[in-house]
């Protein structure tokens, strides 16, 4: 819709549209709109836009014009294409499908999330059979690109189903001509030559844990073999060589690694960047610890307070962006995928950050008997015997079953923003989103509470925190290179 010029009367009293606000430290006030657009005004400024006082012709009048919020000049048009644009996850159909190979571990994480049992364990790995079915069930989603994520456990504990899979997904793919992403999250320690190539070889990529420096990661991530952190730096330096080669027969991707914050990172975060930015990564994901599964009955030993973590991040991207203005290339993740959604109106497909969020209609576990979950993290929750997350099988049900069962319309409903009291007049609302599982977890219900959610604290914390960066102009020129243009 084209725009009108602005006329006496809405210089003298600029009608309002639906708008949130937040006040910033230092004075500040943010505006944001369902589109995602967001302005940023001084405390004065804001009191002339409430007041419907901004005067028509000013630079001030027009910057907010053009962004939606003065509703007789609103683009209509762009408005709801700004819409569609961050919401175009909501009609593909599950993306991410993570296949549990097996729950069998030969570590011992302090936090571990993943309901693991010991090695010699028996009963709960999946057969290569059993994962041929799930390959075949995530090709029945109607995303155009799927990826498909072999975790445990230990994966490489089940190489034969781990192989099946691979070679099945592969095949399948190609019949169909379909673009099929395969990841494995693998902690290195059984990792071989032998498997490193054939992994190679069928694109797929490789993911592992790190969590800082050698003794940090070792405190946290328990092995009986010992050595932990060898085997993830070793392997990890294999994996970027490979890739730094690469050769014309396959396609090799950078490797990649994920933190987990425990009480024990907190204060260390300067070692733990640096550890990365050694090991040639460009990526750092400061991920804070939830209080889920295992990590739930250990919360007073490796847990912490909301603020306790904001504290460890705001230091440690405040040294990165020390790091990135002395020319070193390193981004930290959490801002990557929030700055994606502020700054571009995207969606970086983080599944716990959308709005229904990503359980069912954007992410299936496939537990190692077939049991379909919602997401990992509901899978866990299954495995202290209560199936609420639980959507189906993959040899009884039908896709269509899966997709329409109680634990997605649940999950669908309850991580709706419009349906939270705080959030649906929440400035950060076009740009998070809650988790069912956590509020079930540490609040008793799926939509929990969030004036007392320690998650919602801990999201509002780092908006704050960019939203405050991208206030200042050299942080603002580091953060804005750090999205996609
Ligand atoms: S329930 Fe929580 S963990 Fe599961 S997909 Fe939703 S946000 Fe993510
Ligand atoms: S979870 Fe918290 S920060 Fe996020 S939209 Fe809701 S109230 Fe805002």
């Given amino acids: 819709m084209a725009q009108r010029p602005a006329t006496k009367k809405s210089a003298e009293r600029a009608a309002l549209p639906h708008f949130n606000f937040r006040r910033l430290s230092g004075g500040a006030v943010l505006l ?31 910057e907010l014009s053009a962004k939606g919020f003065v509703r007789d000049m609103m683009d209509m048009d762009g408005y709801a294409a700004a819409c569609a644009k961050k919401n175009s996850f909501l009609g593909a159909g599950p993306g991410l499908h993570i296949l549990v190979l097996t729950l069998r571990c030969n570590h011992k994480c302090v936090y571990c999330q993943s309901s693991a049992v010991g090695q010699a364990s028996r009963g709960t790995d999946m057969s290569p059979a059993l994962a041929r079915k799930c390959v075949d069930f995530a090709l029945k989603s109607t995303n155009p690109g799927i990826t498909i994520e072999f975790q445990g456990g230990e994966p490489l504990l089940n190489w034969e189903a781990l192989k099946a899979s691979v070679l099945h997904a592969r095949r399948r793919a190609k019949e169909q001509g379909r673009e099929v992403r395969l990841a494995l999250v693998s902690n290195f320690s059984l990792m071989t030559e032998e498997k490193a190539r054939f992994l190679l070889a069928n694109e797929v990529s490789i993911c592992t844990s790190l969590d800082g420096p050698a003794d940090l990661h070792d405190k946290n991530r328990v092995f009986a073999g010992g050595g932990s952190h060898a085997a993830a730096v070793k392997w990890l330096k294999y994996f970027s060589a490979a890739y730094k080669k690469q050769v014309p027969e396959f396609r090799t991707f950078k490797p990649s690694a994920l933190l987990t914050v425990s009480r024990y990172s907190l204060g260390r975060e300067k070692q733990i960047v640096d550890e990365y930015v050694r090991l040639g990564l460009e990526d750092v994901f400061l991920r804070p610890l939830a209080p889920i599964g295992f990590a739930k009955q250990l919360w007073d030993k490796v847990g912490y307070a909301p603020e306790e973590f904001l504290s460890f991040y705001r230091a440690g991207l405040d040294y990165i962006l020390k790091l990135n203005a002395r020319g070193v290339t390193i981004r930290e993740r959490n801002a990557v995928m929030m700055l994606e959604k502020i700054l571009n109106g995207t969606d970086p497909g983080y599944l716990d950050m959308r709005c229904p969020c990503g359980a069912v209609i954007g992410q299936l576990a496939y537990n190692y008997n077939g049991d379909i979950y919602a997401c990992d993290e509901g899978r866990m929750v299954g495995w202290q015997g209560d199936d609420l997350f639980k959507a189906g099988n993959v040899a009884r049900d039908p896709y269509s079953k899966v997709m329409l069962s109680q634990a997605s319309r649940a999950c669908a409903s309850a991580s709706s923003l419009d349906t939270q009291p705080q959030c649906s007049r929440c400035a950060y609302k076009p740009f998070c989103g809650v988790c069912p599982v956590y509020n079930y977890e540490t609040q008793g219900s799926l939509s929990g509470e969030m004036p007392s959610n320690g998650r919602c604290a801990l999201f509002m914390g780092l908006f704050d925190t960019l939203f405050s960066l991208l206030a200042k102009p050299a942080s603002a020129k580091i953060l804005k290179g750090w999205v996609s243009k």
Avoid: M
């Fill in 32 to 62: 944001t709109n369902d589109s995602g657009t967001h302005a940023s005004l001084s405390g004065a400024q804001f009191r002339q836009f409430r007041d419907g006082r901004v005067a028509a012709g000013s630079a001030l009048y027009k």
